[in-house]
């Protein structure tokens, strides 16, 4: 009963969504109040109607009704519940209902907080995020119903892939699909800019936080992403350049240059054109990624069950949504005069060149992961992109976004000066270079890590340089500076925060180029010297879980004689999937992670039971990731600007109403 | 590919550029429809066989080994007069899906079927601390470092394996990490058949 009223749900928020794409756009062509304030209500009314679907699902999961085929397909009586709960969006189905809860989530934000927006402006939108709530519908309803029931049920499930039984894996996906759904805003109010025919810089005002918000979820998506890889695989490393992995960087990157360039807009009227197309790449590389990772035309270990059929309805979708886009870019941009003129060298002309190295780091990690598969349907050949590529590629690329990080948001608008700039950042350039000096000196010949080093010391000092001169510290007294520090408005603090994140993580990268590791085979009362630790296995033994058995190792780590840490890492046994998973055992302290991973264990030559131990020693590592929450600490400060938090000012009442009865 | 829209300076150039995003994703758009129609009738498959070595020996080429391992290097010439079936594997230290895979090479390495490897783009160090760690269930293993060797067996990425019958020529080729339902449904029935033939 209760995943038919999910099934039902369902249908019903694809029959609101239909009403939402056709009455608001239609009220607002014609003027029409009423038709245009129908679109608040039908996007929280379609909100409400998706929760109550995703509910259901969850109901399904929870109770383990195993009449429904996607339970069966992904869950398992004996899984822990939270594991059951956030198998839900496990699994392709399950998934798709969240992305579009989620979705929902944004139309009725937009909703809710833009009381404010022009009503043709508001009701635009609407009908475009209508419109992409439909086609999702359409998709889930017509292709992926996670409702299907089977008769007989069968005694149990098959479990879901131990790889995900993770609670990183748990709060990845919704993190990363506000992210990815995020920039289904900003895609709908760029269009309805271009049906509109005009960005002015109220239309920043509004795209700006949503682009924001976006970031900061995607931000925070892919690096509990990279952390799960780094603690589950068990491999050590963090990033491997999957095509997965790439699919979501790229929104990532062109939302970063949306970021700032709809900065532009808002504050100089500049920009606006290239602005308004960023809003609709970013989204265009979402659905991209949505794509790739469920048509099948990928090859990659993060690839749902794929399906040609599936893949042909999202190719239709996408086609559908960018294609019209672009097309409607193609027809209005031309008629959108820049206002704000500037200079080369200033605010206006460090966001271009982020831009342009954005874009340009963008354009190469797409051409490396769609490369090969074109390549294959053109000429047949196959061949790999690796990481060999997109390090070699984007690294150079990179260098000089970092080093313009620091020196653009000194620069003034309109027309900036360079020298007294850089006359401030001669102190964090002396850091940066002792950073790389230092870092030669006492790890050894590591050109890239030390460069990675100075880059970090370079944005750290460069944030806080920013900070010290809109303070005024060196010109007023340092009581008088500290309290212009305080009112300093939010927006400066959020991306002096979000720069010094970059730093903090390109530091945690640094210090991970530095990592050593060792393979050692220990009998149980056996230890190792490693990394200035003494590390003994105390034993291995056997371990029983929920749901899968394990053999686990102690090893004590001693410093000068002294217990420091215990460490506990082992290997798990799912006999539902039957499939093996390490768990490595990692200590975690400002100075890096002490890693340990338990191999094999055999018999050696003298016939003495012995374990096979890997041991990193990875300097710094947990910073990457601190790092990235210190971004999406900023892009938070930025959003709680005073300037965002009071409500954007509406456009001139008499624009409004001049527009509402054209 | 697109940044070019924002410096086009003159107003008839501009007027062009704004057609390129269009432009880049209509074409991009083609070519994933023609991918699909290739998924659904057989031509175009990321993980499948490539058709032009399909019922052929593998290309002519010789390996090195990985000196660590004390394992035989692998060239062309081993596929000659064996005796029953073998399983060629290509993998790399650095590959997250190898390790995934790697329990079922070892499945098959005990049920006597002889995995041959191909360490691919990797550094000696590395491949040989994946092999300590994870257990070697390779009998011959040979080391492609520039990965020229991958490129002529039309390699998609690692991992990647193929199945070869007796004569050496190549029955079965799967680009991805082996699963347990590919264990059980391809691998196992094919490697039995090409067995008792």
């Known amino acids: ?662 | 590919m697109s940044e070019v829209a924002k410096a086009g300076p003159k107003p008839s150039r501009r007027k062009l550029l704004v057609y390129a995003p269009l432009g880049v994703a209509a074409a991009a758009g083609l070519g994933f429809w023609a991918m699909l129609r290739g998924l659904q009738d057989g031509s175009f498959n990321p993980r499948g066989v490539p058709s032009a070595l399909l019922g052929k020996p593998p290309p002519d080429f010789a390996l090195p080994a990985l000196e660590s391992s004390g394992l035989p290097a692998l060239a062309s010439t081993d596929f000659r007069g064996m005796p029953g079936p073998v399983v060629v594997n290509f993998w790399a230290s650095w590959c997250p899906p190898c390790i995934i895979e790697h329990p079922h090479l070892m499945a098959l390495q005990r049920q006597g079927v002889p995995v041959w490897g191909v360490n691919y783009k990797d550094r000696a160090r590395d491949a040989q601390a994946f092999l300590t760690r994870h257990g070697n269930p390779y009998a011959r293993l040979g080391v492609d470092k520039p990965g020229r060797v991958a490129i002529d067996w039309g390699v998609y990425g690692v991992p990647e394996t193929y199945i070869l019958d007796r004569n050496g020529i190549i029955r079965w080729r799967f680009a991805g990490a082996i699963t347990p339902e590919l264990m059980a449904q391809d691998i196992q029935p094919l490697i039995r058949r090409l067995s008792a033939r």
Request: charged fraction near 10%; include cysteine; charge should be positive.
């Open chain 1, 1 to 662: 009963m209760i995943p038919e009223l999910g099934h039902f749900a369902l249908i019903l928020a694809a029959m609101l969504a239909i009403a939402q794409s056709i009455l608001p756009l239609w009220g607002a062509q014609r003027g029409d109040t009423r038709l245009m304030g129908s679109a608040a209500p039908l996007a929280v009314a379609g909100f409400i109607a998706i929760t109550i679907s995703f509910a259901a699902l969850i109901w399904a999961y929870v109770t383990n009704d195993m009449t429904v085929v996607n339970v069966v397909a992904n869950s398992h009586s004996a899984k822990p519940m939270l594991f059951k709960v956030t198998g839900v969006w496990g699994n392709h189905e399950g998934s798709l209902i969240l992305w579009v809860a989620v979705l929902a989530g944004c139309s009725a934000a937009v909703a809710a907080f833009g009381a404010a927006l022009p009503s043709a402006l508001q009701a635009r939108v609407q009908a475009v995020m209508g419109m992409i709530l439909l086609g999702f519908l359409a998709f889930i309803i017509f292709t992926s119903n996670p409702f299907e029931r089977i008769w007989p049920p069968p005694p149990d499930g098959q479990g879901l892939n131990p790889l995900l039984q993770d609670i990183g894996l748990a709060i990845h996906p919704p993190l990363l699909y506000v992210g990815y759904v995020g920039y289904a805003v900003t895609f709908a109010f760029a269009v309805a800019a271009l049906i509109e025919g005009r960005v002015d810089a109220a239309w920043g005002r509004w795209v700006r936080p949503w682009s924001l918000a976006a970031w900061a979820f995607l931000t925070m998506g892919i690096s509990i992403g990279s952390w799960w890889a780094y603690y589950e695989l068990g491999w050590g490393g963090y990033w491997f350049w999957d095509p997965v992995e790439n699919a979501s960087l790229l929104p990532w990157l062109a939302g970063t240059a949306l970021l700032h360039s709809a900065i532009v807009v808002e504050k100089r009227e500049a920009l606006k054109i290239w602005t308004v197309l960023l809003a609709l790449m970013a989204f265009t590389l979402s659905l991209l990624g949505a794509f790739l990772v469920r048509s099948g035309v990928l090859n990659s270990v993060h690839s749902f069950a794929s399906d040609p059929a599936r893949g042909l309805f999202i190719l239709g979708l996408l086609g559908i949504y960018v294609t019209g886009a672009f097309a409607l870019f193609a027809w209005r941009a031309p008629s959108m005069a820049p206002a704000g003129v500037f200079a080369p060298i200033s605010r206006e002309g460090g966001i271009v060149l982020n831009n342009l190295l954005l874009c340009s780091i963008t354009a190469v990690v797409l051409v490396g992961t769609l490369y090969p598969l074109f390549l294959d349907l053109l000429t047949g050949q196959m061949i790999s992109v690796g990481p060999p590529f997109f390090n070699a590629a984007t690294a150079p690329l990179a260098l000089p976004l970092v080093m313009g990080m620091a020196v653009g948001p000194m620069l003034a608008w309109k027309r900036a000066n360079l020298w007294p700039v850089l006359q401030r950042l001669w102190w964090v350039a002396c850091m940066a270079l002792l950073a790389f000096i230092l870092t030669l000196t006492f790890a050894g010949w590591h050109v890239l890590s030390a460069l990675g080093f100075a880059c970090a010391f370079w944005l750290i000092c460069g944030a806080a340089a920013d900070i010290a001169d809109r303070a005024g510290v060196g010109r007023t007294s340092l009581r008088n500076a500290l309290n212009r520090a305080r009112h300093l408005p939010r927006a400066a603090w959020g991306a002096a925060i979000a720069h010094a994140g970059m730093g903090v993580t390109i530091l945690g990268v640094a210090g991970m180029g530095l990592a050593v590791e060792k393979l050692v085979a220990v009998p149980p009362g056996g230890s190792t010297q490693f990394a200035g630790y003494e590390w003994r296995l105390e034993g291995v033994r056997d371990f029983i879980g929920p749901n899968f058995t394990a053999r686990k190792a102690t090893i004590t780590v001693l410093r000068d004689g002294r217990v420091v840490h215990v460490m506990e890492p082992s290997k798990r046994y799912f006999p539902t999937g039957r499939m093996t998973t390490t768990e490595a055992s990692i200590r975690t302290s400002v100075a890096g992670d002490l890693y340990a991973v338990l191999g094999e264990e055999r018999a050696n030559e003298a016939g003495v039971n012995e374990a096979v131990l890997r041991l990193h020693n990875n300097p710094l590592a947990p910073w990457i990731w601190i790092g990235a929450g210190i971004m999406a600490l900023g892009a938070a400060f930025s959003l709680s600007d005073r300037r965002i938090r009071i409500a954007a000012p509406a456009r001139r009442r008499k624009d409004a109403e001049a527009e509402a009865s054209a």
